[in-house]
Antibody
Framework: EVQLVESGGGLVQPGGSLRLSCAAS????????MNWVRQAPGKGLEWVSY????????YYADSVKGRFTISRDNAKNSLYLQMNSLRAEDTAVYYC??????????????WGQGTLVTVSS | SSELTQDPAVSVALGQTVRITCQGD??????ASWYQQKPGQAPVLVIY???NRPSGIPDRFSGSSSGNTASLTITGAQAEDEADYYC????????????FGGGTKLTVL
């Protein structure tokens, strides 16, 4: 059974840092591209970042570029999101999601349960 | 970057058919995928590609696409289908980003 379990969320002051983790199991993690998606309270889904299966290709949403860093450790079946210079508008539930597709179809077939990040003084 | 537009809210009578739409330029290049999200839960993929359902998704869910519009149709809506529905696709501007629609709140009456 595919499982994605996020951790590392919590309360942090503006300007602070936090590192999120996503532990993967039930599939060959090193073969899959992965993403982080967030959802502010009462709002819609917002894509945050993408990383290729090897980690060699990375993309960020403009809203987090330069502040967030996505990475992965395939030996540990884990995905990470290092978040620096946090702002109130980064407050959200952060989900990791497995990426599938190619050509003209791209989709996230499995999602974790999410971890809440609250940025507040 | 591209945007995807969804109606904020749609309602349907129990057992009737409802169509939820998603519009955006990126849909001329990429198929939309659709996610169902119930309160307090993570999103669940319900439709991807031309019209594919993951294992476990009831066949009352179907997808279609024409031009810059993708549609999710629920034929014979059930009470448990009440949820938020989001579309997404790859951004067609060449930056490899992903875009989500704003979501549609489906109410089953």
């Amino acid at each position: 059974e595919v499982q994605l379990v996020e951790s590392g969320g919590g309360l942090v002051q503006p300007g602070g840092s936090l590192r999120l983790s996503c532990a993967a199991s039930g599939f060959t993690f090193s073969s899959y591209e992965m993403n982080w998606v967030r959802q502010a309270p009462g709002k819609g889904l917002e894509w945050v970042s993408y990383i290729s299966s090897s980690g060699s290709t990375i993309y960020y949403a403009d809203s987090v570029k330069g502040r967030f860093t996505i990475s992965r450790d395939n030996a540990k079946n884990s995905l990470y999101l290092q978040m620096n210079s946090l702002r109130a508008e980064d407050t959200a539930v952060y989900y990791c999601a497995r990426d599938l597709g190619s050509g003209t179809q791209y989709y996230f077939d499995y999602w974790g349960q999410g971890t809440l990040v609250t940025v507040s003084s | 970057s591209s945007e995807l537009t969804q109606d904020p809210a749609v309602s349907v009578a129990l057992g009737q058919t409802v169509r939820i739409t998603c519009q955006g330029d990126s849909l001329r290049s990429y198929y939309a995928s659709w996610y169902q999200q119930k309160p307090g839960q993570a999103p669940v993929l319900v439709i991807y590609g031309k019209n594919n359902r993951p294992s476990g998704i009831p066949d009352r869910f179907s997808g279609s696409s024409s031009g810059n519009t993708a549609s999710l149709t629920i034929t014979g809506a059930q009470a448990e289908d009440e949820a938020d529905y989001y579309c997404n696709s790859r951004d067609s501007s060449g930056n490899h980003h992903v875009v989500f629609g704003g979501g549609t709140k489906l109410t089953v009456l």
